[in-house]
């Protein structure tokens, strides 16, 4: 199977173009220039409507799509000298770690940028009268309209996905940080302009905001640290050597203070519980772009900075680092089982996802470094199409209360419900969708970890960690059961228009793609995975 997807990529890559480092500008400038032009858009004497501006950012989202496509196919690699005086250089090197977030932030940016950004309205209590219209058909208010601060909303989307994008090609430490801090302000502006205006916006956006500065101070704390130590802030550079000239002191000293702010970002239990807030908060695309992609940046950091270039560091802090994740895993799936809120269930419920990455990175193992690259992607996927149903369900009902009378979705919104469906079966561990190959890796991988780990620690984590994954089968059948089994028709809602479901076709396939074709993404990763755990 590998042999044959080689040979795919071979003819695949044979029919692209040789753009070389022009890539990169396909990639990244239409995301800065269309960012740039949504953000004075309000200076321009005849003001653009909602569609000019929804389409211009969507345009930008495919063509630097298209952009990433052809990095990820070519892999072409940029090195400008940026601060000579400091040895800092502007590179741009795509491997096995990054290509698939690459290839995840390009899809879940165009899915972001396509989706409508809703007025608020109010919570729907009472049955309504649609006898004159079909109750599965689009009803104006869930198509776009003219909103205040429209433009500044899709430029806050393009920066996002720009920063992530920089993040993900860095090969070097401190544009990687750039990267991982551009995010950060975008971010906080689409919680506190465009979030939930029924919800504490301005309280959910500064816990991130203090979050993510905090955590990006200790994570700026320990690159510096390495690049005093290495005499180079060079990624390639830094694994190559692993920590071969830093004693046992320094590498636990800085794998700690990094673990520790990328643990923020993941996040890991028990510095998660800005997260819940912050999704039950967000726009819809905010939500999508925050799980898929923006948490991944903490998993990212996570071995590319700390697991080949402080191997003993690392090792030593590993187990208390697994016990956080299982106990992270329990206590969110826990939490699921009673959530009134249906956004802030499934953003629990990315807690305990996130838990199972971070096992299988604990384990030392390739096969868990494998299981959590994929179920990074796997993750990113799934809770993409989650945010994109319940994003559309809350602005529909006016709530995402579980506890208020909703109708059957199976009975009213056909699409959004079999897309509901899959995205908790997906969410569940369920054998043939992509969430599963990285869950059941990094339980395999816990219970038969590296020699360096404890193995009855670790295998003690692992029955931990199962006991979380059937309590995910638990949660699921209560949401299905709430809000899409039953007979209920009343109070009637629109069915999933043309843009969502669009989207949700998509992410549907790659679930199901990854789930039933998982070396499609393990060829992939395995060069970079063999490379680390080799040195």
């Known amino acids: 199977m590998t042999g044959t997807l080689s040979r795919v990529r071979d003819d695949v890559l044979a029919l692209v173009p040789d753009l070389g480092a022009w890539w990169y500008a396909l990639a990244l400038a239409p995301l800065l220039l269309a960012a740039v032009m949504l953000l ?54 795509p491997d096995g770690l990054s290509v698939p977030l690459l290839l995840l932030t390009a899809v879940v940016g165009v899915v972001a940028t396509a989706l409508h950004l809703h007025p608020a309205r109010e919570a729907r209590t009472v049955a309504v009268d649609l006898e004159d219209s079909d109750p599965t058909s689009p009803i104006p208010v869930v198509r776009g309209v003219d909103v205040p601060g429209l433009a500044s909303y899709h430029a806050c989307l393009l920066l996002v996905l720009l920063g992530a994008l920089l993040a993900f090609l860095a090969g070097d430490a401190l544009l990687f940080f750039v990267g991982f801090e551009l995010v950060l302000v975008p971010m906080w502006l689409l919680v506190a302009r465009h979030g939930d205006p029924g919800s504490d916006r301005d309280g959910a956006a500064l816990r991130f905001l203090l979050v993510t500065v905090v955590g990006s101070s200790l994570v700026l704390l320990g690159i510096l640290a390495l690049a005093t130590a290495l005499g180079t802030t060079d990624l390639q550079v830094w694994a190559a050597q692993g920590g071969a000239t830093l004693g046992r002191g320094s590498q636990l000293a800085i794998a700690a203070t990094l673990l520790v702010g990328l643990a923020l970002k993941v996040p890991v239990f028990p510095l998660h519980t800005w997260l819940p807030w912050v ?45 956080l994740a299982v106990a992270g895993i329990v206590w969110a799936s826990l939490i699921c089982l009673v959530e009134r809120d249906l956004k802030r269930l499934i953003a629990w419920s990315s807690v305990a996802h996130l838990g199972f990455i971070v096992l299988g990175i604990a384990s030392g193992t390739q096969a868990g470094l494998q299981a959590a690259l994929f179920g990074n992607v796997a993750h990113g996927l799934v809770s993409a199409l989650l945010f994109v149903v319940v994003g559309g369900l809350k602005h529909r009902w006016g709530s995402a209360d579980l506890t208020l009378r909703h109708a059957a979705l199976r009975e009213v919104t056909p699409h959004l419900g079999l897309a509901l469906m899959v995205g908790m079966a997906a969410s569940s561990g369920l054998p043939g969708l992509a969430v599963f190959w990285g869950e059941i890796g990094g339980l395999l991988a816990a219970w038969s970890p590296a020699p360096d780990r404890p193995e009855g620690w670790f295998r003690a984590f692992a029955v931990v960690g199962a006991v979380g994954g059937a309590l995910a089968v638990a949660y699921t059948v209560r949401v299905l059961r709430e809000v899409w089994f039953g007979d209920r028709v009343e109070p009637r809602i629109p069915d999933a228009v043309r843009t969502e479901r669009t989207a949700l076709r998509l992410l549907g396939v790659l679930v199901l793609l990854l789930g039933l074709l998982p070396t499609v993404l393990l060829s992939v990763t395995a060069p970079f995975v063999e490379g680390v755990l080799a040195r």
């Open 40 to 93: 004075v858009v309000g200076r321009w004497p005849e003001q653009p409507g909602h569609r000019a501006v929804h389409r211009s950012s969507v345009a930008a989202a495919v063509v630097s799509a298209l952009g990433v496509a052809g990095v990820a196919l070519d892999r072409p690699v940029v090195e400008v000298s940026w601060i000579p005086s400091l040895g800092v250089w502007f590179t741009l090197r």
């Open 279 to 323: 999704h039950a908060t967000a726009p819809t695309a905010g939500s999508v772009l925050l799980a898929a992609v923006l948490l991944k940046l903490g998993t990212y950091g996570m071995v590319r900075l700390v697991v080949p270039v402080v191997p003993e560091g690392f090792a030593a802090w590993s187990p208390l680092l697994a016990g």
